[in-house]
């Protein structure tokens, strides 16, 4: 790939860089000037977001500004406003925090989804921290940060959140709509597959992270026991290829009872028209969600990916994963990889699902919309699933593109051709996604990078 492109995806991540009392603690959504159509809160450092900038950070050894962040988002967790009637809980972490300076000095003011549009809460936040502290530890070597007091202190407040009973019969996390990167309403309230990996991949780490003295004993058995049961349940429920498809368009339903074959319900007439004859033999991918009388078919890059990447899935799986993306290239990758749902939903399902939100027309953003930030995850699932060359031709194809275009945050139409009618330029995930794919497909000393990265 041409250095130029990856000299300007360079300056656009410099010229985010967030600082707190001098130090360096985040980075931007998106490059802060000329961009009239920047949402307010781009200037926001977003937990998510700043996820592929640590990682681009820590392959140049700079390891320093991904401990500020680590401490920063460490210290504003349970600060979210406490609501009159709940039992507050401390393990919540925020979506994002921006940096205000004032005549009183400057402060950092941390957003629960208390302030987003929509006031969506961010389930994936800690996990995304997490995944990142371990990531942190060992590209840096330093293990005296995650052994902190305050940093176990922290894991186990987010593991009581994250475990504690609430409504949910299934090892499946239960969420409200729109809380985590999908964070509008999309019909992804229930058990959305990117959370459950990203639960996955957070447990995962927590037995790692947490030391395994007496006090953490009990802790650490419910960690690995719901790892495992969650672990079990999403490689059986969430997987489709032609042989389960086959059994749910056969299923029976109203069972009653412990024998029941058809456990949730499904009713085999909630198939979508799509699904017949897009399945090759010997190709498959984990379904959207999965909850009582509901299968979401649909087809989600993140959730697919993570899971891949963290483990979730099984290799067999992940090749067949992998498979699909190869067979269904031109709907799964698009000419602006890669699409984050597959496929969008239209007309009256749009209006129910979304609300009537004009941001996600069909093929358009969050649904059916292709988002370059995707290709980190995309590039990192290809390599661990041997099968890097799909991430060669992904990034190949696109590359120049994206930088001529000032690295917009999301392309729409079918097949991703058109930049985002409102889409951000100089979006920051944009231009750490391929950094990280370029360097880790031609930069062997990336390999540490990529090991700590698959859990
Ligand atoms: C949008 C995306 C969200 C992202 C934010 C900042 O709200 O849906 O995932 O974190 O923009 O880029």
Redesign the pocket.
């Known amino acids: 790939m041409h250095s130029a492109i990856i000299d300007s995806a360079y300056r656009l991540l410099n010229s985010t860089i967030l600082y707190f009392e001098g130090k360096p603690v985040g980075t931007t959504?998106a490059r802060p000037s000329g961009n009239a159509l920047a949402?307010v809160n781009?200037g926001d450092c977003?937990v998510?977001?700043f996820f592929p900038s640590a990682l681009v950070f820590l392959m140049k050894g700079d390891s320093e500004i991904v401990c500020n962040f680590l401490t920063t988002v460490l210290n504003l967790s349970g600060q979210q406003e406490r609501i009159a009637g709940h039992e507050f809980s401390e393990g919540l972490m925020p979506a994002s925090f921006e940096v205000i300076e004032n005549e009183k000095g400057s402060h950092i003011v941390p957003d629960f989804g208390d302030r987003a549009i929509g006031r969506v809460a961010p389930v994936d936040s800690a996990a995304w921290w997490m995944i990142l502290l371990r990531i942190y530890t060992i590209t840096s070597g330093d293990m005296s940060l995650a052994h902190s007091k305050p940093f176990q202190e922290g894991i186990r407040r987010i593991l009581r959140l994250y475990l504690k009973e609430s409504f949910e019969i299934s090892p499946a996390m239960l969420v409200p709509d729109g809380s985590f990167?999908?964070?509008?309403r999309m019909g992804v309230n229930g058990h959305p597959l990117e959370i459950q990996a990203l639960f996955y991949g957070m447990l995962k780490t927590a037995q790692e992270l947490l030391l395994h003295d007496n006090s953490n004993k009990e802790l650490l058995k419910m960690v690995n026991k719901r790892m495992l049961t969650l672990r079990s349940y999403v490689r059986l429920y969430y997987w489709l290829d032609r042989e389960r498809l086959n059994e749910i368009h056969r299923y029976n339903s109203e069972e009653f009872g412990w024998d029941a074959e058809n456990l949730l319900n499904i009713y085999p007439e909630s198939i979508p028209v799509w699904l017949d004859g897009w399945l090759p033999n010997e190709h498959g991918y984990l379904v959207g969600n999965v909850g009582p009388g509901k299968i979401d078919f649909r087809f989600f890059s993140g959730g697919n990916l993570l899971s891949i990447i963290f483990g979730l899935a099984t290799e067999e799986q992940s090749a067949q994963i992998m498979r699909l993306y190869h067979e269904h290239w031109d709907q799964l990758v698009g000419e602006m990889p890669l699409k984050l749902i597959y496929p969008a939903v239209y007309g009256k399902e749009w209006a129910f699902m979304t609300g009537c939100d004009p941001k996600n027309a069909p093929w358009s953003y969050?649904n059916g919309g292709n988002w370059p930030c995707l290709l980190w995850m995309f590039t990192s699932a290809a390599i661990r699933s041997g099968q890097g060359d799909l991430a060669h031709k992904a990034i190949n194809d696109c590359a120049l593109r994206l930088a001529r275009d000032h690295w917009p945050?999301y392309y729409d139409g079918r097949s991703g051709s058109l930049i985002g009618r409102r889409a951000n330029l100089d979006?920051t995930?944009s231009a750490t996604a391929l950094i990280i794919a370029h360097e880790l497909l031609e930069n062997p000393d990336c390999l540490p990078l990529f090991e700590a990265l698959i859990i």
């Open positions: 959504a949402a781009y977003f998510r977001d990167m999908i964070d509008r969050h945050e979006q995930w």
